[in-house]
């Protein structure tokens, strides 16, 4: 193998040469899915595999060409030089895991949620800035085609007034023992509506209920409930119970609605006209300028790309990493979902009664990272 001098201090010996090193941590399947892509990326060199299961990263190890493997991330780092960890582990590791790789002075991917909650989140966020590391939340449905669109539509004004909001996401697994549905599904659906709605993922106040029909300690099936500023309702359902996998969003507009599905094959984004007569006109302080896109129809379908939107997540991580970008949108995304999160399971302590939360406030990451955090006042009744 080939040697390279340990640089703990930035990580930086090798962010110039051709392809990167990268070690993922955890090998279950998204740890495996994330190592088959970093594997096929011409940014990357997949340099080591590392879970506490010895069997599993062997056999991911094995299925992707030998790369050596490890029980300890401490042990890797001691062993192998990399430029960067990607980290798919439980929850209750990410935190341990990715405040090692940082203050390594490795380059960071996580899995979504970025931490087990919002102050841990703070600090990762707040060790990356002091390393001058990236630290980056893996948003693959993000680089989607049809969820960049939902973007373009809803930030255009396009859809008129936002009426209302509802997003499902189902699984049948109950694999995952240490965190809640909350924690399991949530997350992608959380940072999903963050971005469409380009970071206005804020409100004053979150509901949530939940259930565990089967006794398992933890819920399994939830509902969660908030308002956008302009009062619209936004409903999160997510279940790890049912029959079958789903994962939608519909918004609704004055003028157009949008449908999302990620699981079907080929074009996963619908757009309807709103029928005017029956929907109810009302003034948003954001969507003001209806019409600025034309769109039914303009270019055809939107198609579907799972792994090529993982392959973009890849080359985008390695173009931060390259130009040594702290990637402060990217961080805040992944706290204001904490933050939503947190205040979700304080609401479920309070059998469903409306939860304040703390999300990050404007894009300032710098304001951020040293520890100023501000409660949105954006929404009121």
């Not at 119970?241 to 969003?249: A, C, E, I, M, Y």
């Not at 303009?298 to 090529?308: H, K, L, N, W």
């Not at 933050?339 to 469903?352: I, K, P, Q």
């Given at each position: 193998?080939?040697?390279?001098?340990?640089?703990?201090?930035?990580?930086?010996?090798?962010?110039?040469?051709?392809?990167?090193?990268?070690?993922?941590?955890?090998?279950?399947?998204?740890?495996?899915?994330?190592?088959?892509?970093?594997?096929?990326?011409?940014?990357?060199?997949?340099?080591?595999?590392?879970?506490?299961?010895?069997?599993?990263?062997?056999?991911?190890?094995?299925?992707?060409?030998?790369?050596?493997?490890?029980?300890?991330?401490?042990?890797?780092?001691?062993?192998?030089?990399?430029?960067?960890?990607?980290?798919?582990?439980?929850?209750?590791?990410?935190?341990?895991?990715?405040?090692?790789?940082?203050?390594?002075?490795?380059?960071?991917?996580?899995?979504?949620?970025?931490?087990?909650?919002?102050?841990?989140?703070?600090?990762?966020?707040?060790?990356?800035?002091?390393?001058?590391?990236?630290?980056?939340?893996?948003?693959?449905?993000?680089?989607?085609?049809?969820?960049?669109?939902?973007?373009?539509?809803?930030?255009?004004?396009?859809?008129?007034?936002?009426?209302?909001?509802?997003?499902?996401?189902?699984?049948?697994?109950?694999?995952?023992?240490?965190?809640?549905?909350?924690?399991?599904?949530?997350?992608?659906?959380?940072?999903?509506?963050?971005?469409?709605?380009?970071?206005?993922?804020?409100?004053?106040?979150?509901?949530?209920?939940?259930?565990?029909?089967?006794?398992?300690?933890?819920?399994?099936?939830?509902?969660?409930i908030f308002r956008l500023p302009n009062d619209a309702t936004v409903h999160l359902h997510v279940n790890n119970l049912s029959r079958v996998k789903s994962h939608q969003l519909v918004i609704a507009g004055s003028q157009l609605v949008l449908v999302w599905d990620a699981t079907l094959p080929?074009?996963?984004?619908?757009?309807?006209?709103?029928?005017?007569?029956?929907?109810?006109?009302?003034?948003?302080?954001?969507?003001?300028?209806?019409?600025?896109?034309?769109?039914?129809?303009?270019?055809?379908?939107?198609?579907?790309?799972?792994?090529?939107?993982?392959?973009?997540?890849?080359?985008?991580?390695?173009?931060?990493?390259?130009?040594?970008?702290?990637?402060?949108?990217?961080?805040?995304?992944?706290?204001?979902?904490?933050?939503?999160?947190?205040?979700?399971?304080?609401?479920?302590?309070?059998?469903?009664?409306?939860?304040?939360?703390?999300?990050?406030?404007?894009?300032?990451?710098?304001?951020?990272?040293?520890?100023?955090?501000?409660?949105?006042?954006?929404?009121?009744?």
């Amino acid at each position: 193998m080939e040697a390279f001098a340990k640089d703990f201090s930035h990580g930086r010996d090798r962010v110039n040469a051709d392809r990167l090193r990268i070690a993922v941590v955890g090998a279950g399947s998204r740890g495996a899915g994330m190592a088959e892509t970093l594997q096929a990326s011409p940014d990357w060199d997949l340099a080591a595999i590392c879970d506490v299961d010895s069997r599993r990263a062997g056999t991911v190890s094995e299925k992707l060409g030998g790369a050596p493997w490890f029980e300890a991330i401490d042990e890797l780092l001691d062993s192998v030089e990399v430029d960067a960890v990607a980290i798919a582990t439980p929850l209750r590791a990410l935190f341990g895991t990715g405040m090692t790789a940082l203050r390594a002075g490795k380059h960071v991917l996580v899995e979504q949620p970025l931490a087990d909650s919002l102050e841990r989140g703070q600090e990762m966020a707040a060790e990356a800035d002091a390393r001058g590391v990236v630290l980056m939340a893996n948003k693959a449905q993000c680089f989607e085609p049809a969820v960049q669109k939902m973007q373009k539509l809803v930030g255009s004004g396009s859809l008129g007034d936002i009426l209302f909001v509802e997003a499902v996401r189902t699984e049948s697994n109950l694999a995952r023992t240490d965190r809640d549905v909350f924690w399991d599904l949530a997350p992608d659906s959380l940072a999903l509506l963050d971005y469409v709605f380009a970071g206005r993922l804020n409100p004053q106040g979150v509901s949530a209920l939940g259930g565990d029909p089967l006794g398992t300690g933890r819920d399994c099936v939830g509902h969660v409930i908030f308002r956008l500023p302009n009062d619209a309702t936004v409903h999160l359902h997510v279940n790890n119970l049912s029959r079958v996998k789903s994962h939608q969003l519909v918004i609704a507009g004055s003028q157009l609605v949008l449908v999302w599905d990620a699981t079907l094959p080929q074009e996963q984004l619908a757009i309807f006209d709103s029928d005017s007569s029956t929907q109810q006109r009302r003034r948003s302080p954001y969507w003001t300028e209806p019409g600025a896109l034309q769109v039914p129809g303009e270019d055809g379908q939107v198609p579907a790309f799972g792994q090529e939107a993982r392959d973009r997540v890849a080359a985008e991580f390695a173009r931060r990493v390259r130009g040594h970008q702290r990637a402060p949108s990217t961080n805040t995304s992944g706290l204001r979902v904490l933050g939503m999160l947190e205040a979700v399971s304080r609401s479920r302590g309070l059998e469903g009664q409306a939860s304040s939360i703390h999300v990050p406030g404007p894009e300032d990451y710098q304001q951020q990272a040293a520890g100023s955090w501000l409660e949105s006042v954006l929404w009121s009744r």
